[in-house]
């Protein structure tokens, strides 16, 4: 059974900083993108960044420049380094493993992160 365990959420003041891990286990990921999502509250969920299994990254305007994302397959692990962090970085931040060949699309449960001003 495929899981994806986040950690690293929490509070921090604004300018601050937070990295995100997500842990994957029960299947080997290296050919899969990886990405993070994130949901505000009375928003949809939006993309925040991914990298492909070559390493190729992405990242939305909003976070440009300020986050960092990367990957280590030999841990099944995907990161998120979050710098210079605003109030409006607030919320719960999801992350994703994805084969598109394959059908295959994971989830992982959330982990908060708030940003105060």
């Known amino acids: 059974q495929v899981q994806l365990v986040e950690s690293g959420g929490g509070l921090v003041q604004a300018g601050g900083s937070l990295r995100l891990s997500c842990a994957g286990s029960?299947?080997?990921?290296?050919?899969?993108?990886m990405g993070w999502y994130r949901q505000a509250p009375e928003k949809q969920r939006e993309l925040v960044a991914f990298i492909t299994s070559g390493g190729i990254t992405s990242y939305s305007d909003s976070v440009k420049g300020r986050f960092t994302i990367s990957r280590d397959n030999a841990k099944n692990t995907v990161y998120l380094q979050m710098n210079s962090l605003k109030p409006e970085d607030t919320a719960v931040y999801y992350c994703n493993f994805k084969y598109t060949a394959l059908g295959r699309n994971y989830w992982g449960q959330g982990t908060q992160v708030t940003v105060s001003s």
């Open positions: 029960g299947s080997i990921f290296r050919n899969y993108v």
